[in-house]
């Protein structure tokens, strides 16, 4: 009959005990890249559905109703005071590019109109504007929102 040594029984564990420690940092250390790769890919997947710029078409807009939230895609073509806008719809191509449409819109600005990504200096003639707000009237809105997109997107 084999008897250890209680010294062996000793040194035993502590050899599986300093395994264990070191299997759970490997698998700590796999799950922690797992996670950071997750991470990424996500974050990546994110970054590229916001640069596609989300919109109503023309067709869209022309069929909400008055007072409907809506959401377009403007360029600035005039600004006859500083709180409207007139300018034309821009719809996107299938590049990732965008084309002016032919309907003219009104865009009456507020005093409380946020403007992100811009500063009010940057809405100008030719300034091409993410815009929300409200449906005001058949060629109107009345915006609570704009986003400047000026040389972010490329009209053709």
Known sequence: ??????SDVVNSRQTWAALLRKRWAIFLLVMVLVVTVLIGIVASAAIQGMMRVSSSSAIQFNAASLGDEVEI??????M????????????PNEDNTYRRASDTLNITLQSDTRIIMGQASD?????VLQ???????ADSVTAT?????????TIR
Do not use: C, W
């Not at 009959?1 to 209680?6: F, G, I, L, W």
């Not at 815009?131 to 009237?137: E, H, N, Q, R, Y």
């Open 80 to 91: 006859p005071s500083s709180s409207l806008l007139v300018g034309q719809f821009v719809e």
């Open 73 to 78: 895609i403007f360029e600035v073509a005039s």
């Open 145 to 153: 929102r704009l986003v400047i997109l000026t040389g972010y997107v």
């Open 131 to 137: 815009i929300s707000g409200v449906k005001s009237a």
């Open 1 to 6: 009959m084999d008897v250890s040594k209680p």
């Open 123 to 127: 809405v100008q003639p030719g300034a």
